[in-house]
C-alpha cells in the first residue's frame, strides 16, 4: 500500500528526467526491489486483520495502547547536497504522485462514510499561499489580520435563516468538526445549568458522551426505538426522578448508525409532560449528520429555534461537502455570556471551544453554499433519498436484511461476512449491520456496481450452506430481516 516509503523511490523530475535519489536507492536495495519508476498502486487497500487484530498476510496486530508504525511514510533529515542534486524534491514529488492516486482510487470505493465527495473547489487554490485563522471570536476582529471572518458570518447568517433565529439573536461559529459542535453545544448547556443532568439516547454519537466525560457531567442514557430514534417513554421514565434537576438533552438529527431522527417535538411535550418549563431544560440539536438535509426533507420535523432549542450543529464536510473537517454551531446569544470570558491578549471573547481556527474553512463554506443555495441542496436531498430507497429496494429484492428510516438516506444492512469486501467499500459496521450512506456523490451507477458485487459475494461466502446470513431481527427489526428464519 502506498503508506509504506519503500514502494516510493523514484519521480519524473519538473524538466522531465528521471531522478533515481540516494535515499530512494537505498530503500529499493533494502527492500531487494526491482525499480519500477513508473509503478502504480494497484491494491492500496490495507491488508486484512481477523477478529484478534492480526493481520492475515504479515501478522500486523492492533493492539490498544501500542502505536504501530509500519504504514508511516518517515520523514528523513536532507542530505547535504539535496538541493544541488535535486533528489529530496523528487523523492516527495513521488510520494505526493503515488498518494494522489491512492486518493482517487479510494474516492471510487467509498460508500460508508456521510462524506460528499464531489465537489470542486479549484476556484479556491489561489488561496493556499495564505495562513488564513479566525482565532477568538467570529463577531470581534482579533488583531491578526489574515482572516476569512467576512466569509464565516456570512455563511453563519446563512444558517442562521435556516434555523430560524434573527441575527442579533444568536451567537455561532465555524468549527472544526460536528464533534467540536456538540462538545460546545452541551458545554453551553452545562454553563446555563452547571447542575443539569445530560440524557441521550444510547444511539447518540461518542461525541456526546465524550463531552459528559470532559466536563464530569452526570449522564443518563436514554433506550431507543428499533428505527434508532429516542424512546420517549423510557425518556419520561429517566426523567421523572430527577424533576428536582435541570435537564439537558442531546436530540439527534440523525445518528451515527441507523440515520434516526429523533423527534424534536415529543421530546419537548415530553419534558413539559414531566413538568419541565422551558427555563428548566436545555436542548442540543446534533445535526452532524442531516442538519443540512432535514430542512429540505417534506414531512420532516423541523429544527428551528422558534421552538425552545439552545444549539444546533452540523458537520461541514459530510453532506455539505467541504474538502476539509469542519462544522456549524449556532445558539442563542444569550446563552454564550455565561461561557465567554475576555482575553486581552486576542482582544476578543473567548466562546469557542479551540484558540486557533481554521480560516480556508468558512471560505469553503461560504462558495458551496453561493454555488449551489437553498434550491441546489433541495434537489440533492432528493436525489440522495431516491438513491437511498433504490439501494434499499434492490438489497430488499436481493434477499439481503436492509432498513431505510423515512426520514434518511442512511441504508442499514447485513454486514458483509467478507472483511476484505467492507475494507474495499469502506463501510462502517457495528455489530451484523454495515451501512451505506447515500450521500451527493453516490451515483445510481456506483450503487449498481457496489449491490452487483456484494450479490456476487454472497453467492460465494453462503455457496455450501454451512454458514447463513446474520439475522438483523434485534436490529432493524423482523419486517426487514431476511434470514432463514424472518425471510
Ligand atoms: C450523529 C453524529 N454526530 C456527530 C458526529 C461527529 O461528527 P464529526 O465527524 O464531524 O466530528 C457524527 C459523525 O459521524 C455523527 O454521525
Not at 467540536?180 to 453551553?188: D, K, M, R, Y
Not at 481556527?357 to 441546489?376: C, Q, S
Request: proline share 4%; net charge negative.
Amino acid at each position: 500500500m502506498v503508506g509504506s516509503g519503500v514502494e516510493v523511490n523514484a519521480t519524473m523530475s519538473s524538466n522531465g528526467s528521471l531522478a533515481i535519489g540516494k535515499s530512494m536507492e537505498r530503500l529499493r536495495v533494502a527492500n531487494g526491489e526491482s525499480f519500477d519508476p513508473m509503478a502504480v498502486v494497484t491494491e492500496p487497500v490495507p491488508p486484512v486483520a481477523d477478529s484478534n487484530g492480526h493481520d492475515a498476510e504479515k501478522g500486523r496486530e492492533i493492539v490498544l495502547g501500542k502505536n504501530v508504525h509500519t504504514t508511516c511514510l518517515e520523514v528523513t533529515e536532507p542530505d547535504a547536497d539535496d538541493e544541488s542534486t535535486g533528489d529530496k524534491e523528487a523523492y516527495m514529488a513521488s510520494v505526493l504522485a503515488r498518494y494522489r492516486k491512492t486518493l482517487v482510487e479510494r474516492t471510487k470505493y467509498h460508500l460508508g462514510y456521510p462524506y460528499n465527495l464531489d465537489f470542486d473547489y479549484g476556484a479556491l487554490a489561489q488561496l493556499q499561499h495564505f495562513s488564513i485563522n479566525n482565532l477568538g471570536d467570529p463577531f470581534i476582529e482579533s488583531n491578526y489580520g489574515v482572516h476569512s471572518r467576512q466569509f464565516e458570518v456570512g455563511v453563519l447568517d446563512w444558517f442562521a435563516r435556516l434555523w430560524e433565529i434573527e441575527k442579533n439573536d444568536y451567537w455561532g461559529y465555524i468549527t472544526n468538526c460536528g464533534t467540536e459542535g456538540n462538545l460546545h453545544g452541551i458545554l453551553v448547556g452545562r454553563e446555563v445549568f452547571p447542575d443539569g443532568i445530560l440524557y441521550a439516547s444510547k444511539e447518540s454519537h461518542y461525541s456526546v458522551f465524550k463531552a459528559a466525560r470532559m466536563y464530569r457531567m452526570e449522564c443518563v442514557k436514554v433506550a431507543t426505538l428499533v428505527t434508532g430514534e429516542i424512546d420517549c417513554t423510557d425518556f419520561k421514565r429517566k426523567l421523572l426522578p430527577n424533576k428536582d434537576k435541570p435537564a439537558i438533552i442531546n436530540v439527534n438529527i440523525g445518528t451515527t448508525v441507523k440515520g434516526a431522527v429523533d423527534d424534536l417535538d415529543l421530546v419537548i411535550q415530553t419534558l413539559e409532560e414531566c413538568g419541565y418549563s422551558h427555563d428548566r431544560f436545555y436542548i442540543h440539536c446534533d445535526g452532524a449528520l442531516f442538519g443540512l438535509m432535514m430542512p429540505f426533507v417534506k414531512k420532516a420535523p423541523k429544527v428551528s429555534f422558534k421552538k425552545p432549542i439552545g444549539s444546533v450543529s452540523v458537520s461541514g464536510h459530510k453532506f455539505v461537502g467541504c474538502p476539509m473537517p469542519c462544522g456549524v454551531q449556532l445558539t442563542r446569544l444569550q446563552h454564550i455570556n455565561a461561557l465567554s470570558s475576555n482575553v486581552e491578549y486576542l482582544a476578543s471573547r473567548d466562546a469557542t471551544i479551540m484558540g486557533s481556527r481554521n480560516g480556508h474553512a468558512p471560505i469553503f463554506l461560504w462558495y458551496t453554499l453561493n454555488r449551489k443555495g437553498y434550491k441546489g441542496f433541495q434537489k440533492e436531498v432528493q436525489k440522495c433519498l431516491r438513491n437511498a430507497h433504490y439501494l434499499k429496494d434492490r438489497l430488499r429484492e436481493a434477499g439481503i436484511s436492509a432498513m431505510l428510516n423515512e426520514l434518511s438516506s442512511t441504508v442499514v444492512f447485513e454486514r458483509p461476512r467478507d472483511e476484505e469486501f467492507v475494507r474495499r467499500w469502506q463501510l462502517a459496521c457495528e455489530g451484523n449491520m454495515a451501512h451505506v450512506v447515500v450521500m451527493p456523490s453516490v451515483t445510481v451507477e456506483k450503487l449498481d456496481f457496489f449491490l452487483n458485487e456484494i450479490i456476487q459475494g454472497r453467492s460465494i461466502w453462503y455457496k455450501d450452506g454451512n454458514v447463513h446470513p446474520p439475522c438483523l431481527a434485534a436490529d432493524i427489526g423482523s419486517n426487514n430481516c431476511s434470514c432463514a428464519l424472518h425471510k
